[in-house]
């Protein structure tokens, strides 16, 4: 019976697990949260579509009936390969026979960490929270300021980021504003808002093709989201956005340029590219270790034409079952067949009843690919009651324009 740890409860270790767990082996689930997120729909929690519970389900909850399985709530500090151990920031000591880590990646500022200070990224529960709050507080505080410059940089908000996570909160944050807070202020409307995207790149959604970006970029203009493309960020201070085109006030500044995986992967003393993933093997094993495995957002697995797989759900999925399948199997490393992704495709919600995407060779936009959308969105959710309250959520926010989530109840100021 080997011990086997898996490191981050995301969708790459649950996939694993999920299909590991019948094995005679012994598992140890290691995350720094009790949940597991359905990180693709958390943008919605940010703009008060969902609320957290809608997008997360307790880890014990899902293992409660495999005798196996262990889960730690905790944060792993050190990994010693050579000993083969971890541990934990209460001190405690793990020891393994093989180690899954799948602990996902965080935002990046490409050396400007000072930025942090003054905006916020979107990666955690937290994180959606912080901004929703100050999403909502900033149209507060915009009706209770006379002041009508003032009140203009409560209204400005700055999205930092042209891909997949900074396009559908533009979309969604400009229906709060136009379509569903208006009439609700008597000081001011909530139309007035000026909603930012800033790109650095020729165009947003770079990953999709020419086609659909074209069509995101009409879609948000009608939405009447104000698109800035070549246009780089040099400097992010208090309530203030610097690019090397002008300068823009804004108290809601989002950043979703950039991602870097889990400073744990150096511990791991591997090769690892400019992101911080670690270079893997064809068996998403590293090079120094076929004892240690990464997966998901932390690993850089190269296809057979030499190119990087994307940071997505799918690949961490299909990665962490197929570990799952030469573990539980017991294949010596000789034998194992490469791994191999299979390309589902992709697909962004541009804001109400329209989205891009691609499935196959297929190309797909507006209200069918928003209805497509939410399809794949509600099958893989986990849990029946989840899918049941995020289908009614969505009910009322799309067609009834009515956000059940709008609340302000932390101090985050």
Known sequence: MAKIVIIGGGFGGLSFLQKARKSKNEFT??????????????????????????????????????????TILAEVREINRASKEIILDSKEVVSYDKLIISAGSSYSYFGNNEWSNFSKGLKVINDALDI??????????????????????YLNFVIVGGGPTGVELAGSISEIAYKNMTKEFRNFN?????????????????????????????YLTDFGVKIRIKERVVNIEEMCVTTDKETIEADNIIWAAGNEASPLIKELETEIDSEGRALVNI???????????????????????????????????????YVANNIKNN?????RKPFKYSDKGMMATIGRFKAVGVV???????????????????????GYRSKILVAIEWIFAYFLNKRGTRLIYRDID
């Open 331 to 335: 294949i010596n490393p000789s034998d």
């Open 283 to 321: 068996d998403c094993s590293i090079k120094e270790d076929e004892d240690v495995y990464v997966i998901g957002d932390a690993a850089n697995f190269r296809s057979e034409r030499g190119e990087s797989l994307p940071g997505i759900a799918p690949v961490a999925i299909q990665q962490g079952r």
């Open 360 to 382: 196959g060779k297929f190309e797909m936009a507006g209200f069918v690919a928003w209805m497509f959308w939410s399809l794949i969105h509600l099958i893989y959710l986990i």
């Open 190 to 218: 909530s139309s007035d808002a000026n909603i930012y995207l800033l790109e650095a790149g020729e165009r947003i959604l770079p990953t999709y093709s020419e086609s659909l970006s074209q069509k995101s970029y009409k």
């Open 29 to 70: 689930l290691i995350d720094r949260t009790n949940h597991h997120l359905f990180q693709p729909l958390l943008y919605q929690v940010a703009t008060a579509v969902l609320s957290p519970a809608d997008i997360t389900v307790p880890l014990r909850n899902l293992f409660k009936n495999d005798k196996n399985v262990k």
């Open 132 to 153: 929703r709050e100050k999403i909502l507080k900033a149209f507060e505080k915009a009706e209770n300021e006379k002041d009508e410059n003032i009140r203009k940089k």
